[in-house]
């Protein structure tokens, strides 16, 4: 059940937070063995928190806009007391000493955190097939994929093991996994959702954004987590009420982006078409657009989120962090062993190239060549918001695959992207929702920066048609 419907019958006193959680952890043991979302399950915590919750109802007290909602946390965000993992073995029995400022805010809002859900290591995927606690399974055909990295995320919040959950996205890893598991995924403006707490993977690039079943739930988690907090330099916004004016809005004006309909998948082009007529057919306008410099966000992308990472995790050597390998040699081969232990392949080989783009001789070949084209291409954009009110695009080229299939051909899952990571680059927000229920097609809506309000407008409308 949708969070703002599940915490309505908790305050009007047809359901209590210790029943609704009761449901989702029987959900949670009907389907994890298949699935495997969840890395960390914390049952009794969730229990006496619920228990709070109902105690604060019945004294006639408002606990907050999600009171007694059962969410998900993606494991590379901190939660106090909780596992964070990472999908890493070299942060296995990291307990974090506090929450993140997401997890701060869900909790100040009666949200209750239930655990930790499975994700690529350290947010490095497209199919949350890297993790060091095994892949997750697509809960709407097991043998598929669920997306990543925020795989975990989305498959809970499709199963009905969490009404809510959190995920992060520096290349899609949010839009991805809502669209292969046919649920919402909202990619806020880079800086109006605070990162403190969240593990770095690509710092400029990174944005903590929330996995739900419809877009009000989506406009109701965002107004939760966004918000001004000191304590992460990059915080730039207000807290602002999406959901009071969220409002179904077909009369816009739409751009077709050409160089993100190419090489989509012919069923997802079409099906992403009739959405769009749908709209039309509302009173939407639409026009075809050409971003030049998108043909290059890809590789952009690539040498800027790999280099950041290079540097993002140098500190899991054994002695500042993580997991320390037991050779007792020199220092040099006792860092080379317990990094060669601590990392999977793909954490390894993004390591590797990224420290290539930023070592002295290509620095400017690779890493500065990159910036440039950041900046051309948020100036196109920029352009771009001046005709249109929104883009809209597929959110994957193809739909989900089977386990297995493509984690040996990194290329092609790197291509794979290639929809989500301009929106990353220029910080954008944007949402997917799914073309259809169950259906693991999604239909992207991109904004300009803190115009979220329009996106989830656009996408309440695209959401109520048929």
Not at 31 to 52: F, G, M
Not at 102 to 118: H, L, P
Not at 332 to 357: H, P, Q, W
Not at 429 to 435: K, L, N, Q, R, V
């Amino acid at each position: 059940m949708e969070a703002w419907k599940t915490t309505q019958r908790i305050k009007n006193g047809e359901d209590t937070s210790v029943e609704v959680v009761e449901r989702v952890f029987e959900n949670i043991k009907k389907h994890e063995k298949n699935v495997n979302a969840y890395i960390t399950l914390e049952k009794e915590k969730a229990l006496n928190q619920a228990r709070k919750i109902d105690k604060a109802i019945k004294n006639g007290e408002d606990p907050g806009p999600l009171a007694g909602v059962p969410i998900g946390i993606k494991d590379s965000i901190s939660t106090a007391g909780m596992k964070t993992t990472c999908g890493s073995k070299t942060l296995q029995n990291y307990i974090p000493p506090y929450d993140a400022y997401t997890v701060q805010q869900i909790k100040e809002a009666g949200g209750i955190v239930i655990g930790k859900t499975n994700c690529d290591e350290f947010c490095m995927g497209s199919t949350t097939e890297t993790s060091y606690f095994g892949e997750t399974r697509n809960p709407l055909n097991p043998d598929l994929v669920p997306g990543g990295s925020s795989g975990g995320s989305a498959a809970a919040v499709s199963y009905g093991g969490a009404s809510i959950a959190l995920g992060s996205d520096t290349g899609g890893s949010v839009r991805c996994p809502a669209a292969f598991c046919s649920v919402v995924g909202l990619k806020p403006t880079y800086g109006s959702v605070s990162r403190h707490g969240l593990v770095a993977y690509g710092s400029s690039l990174d944005q903590i954004g929330p996995i739900t079943q419809d877009v009000k739930d989506a406009a109701l988690t965002y107004d939760v987590i966004s918000g001004n907090d000191p304590q992460d330099p990059t915080s730039n916004t207000t807290k602002q009420n999406h959901l009071q004016n969220l409002e179904p809005d077909p009369d816009v004006t739409l751009g077709i982006p050409k160089q993100l309909q190419e090489g989509v998948d012919p069923e997802i082009k079409q099906k992403t078409n009739e959405k769009i007529d749908k709209l039309r057919d509302l009173g939407a306008e639409t026009k075809r657009i050409d971003i030049p410099s998108l043909e290059y966000a890809l590789p952009a992308y690539c040498i800027i989120s790999m280099s950041e990472a290079s540097s993002n995790l140098a500190r899991y050597d054994g002695v500042r962090y993580g997991h320390r390998s037991k050779s007792n040699e020199d220092w040099n081969t006792e860092f080379s062993k317990t990094r060669a232990e601590s990392f999977g392949d793909e954490v390894k080989r993004r390591i590797i190239l990224g420290t290539y783009a930023l070592s002295a001789g290509y620095y400017d070949r690779y890493y500065n060549k990159a910036l440039k084209i950041r900046n051309l291409l948020t100036k196109e954009f920029k352009q771009t918001f001046k005709e249109v009110d929104a883009l809209i695009s597929p959110t994957m080229p193809y739909k989900p695959f089977e386990i297995g299939e493509k984690i040996n051909d990194p290329l092609s899952l790197y291509m794979g992207d290639a929809l989500n990571v301009p929106v990353n680059m220029v910080g954008n927000p944007s949402i997917t929702i799914p073309t259809n229920k169950n259906e693991p097609i999604g239909i992207q809506i991109i904004g300009d920066h803190h115009q979220e309000q329009k996106i989830l407008n656009i996408a309440k409308a695209m959401e109520e048609t048929k």
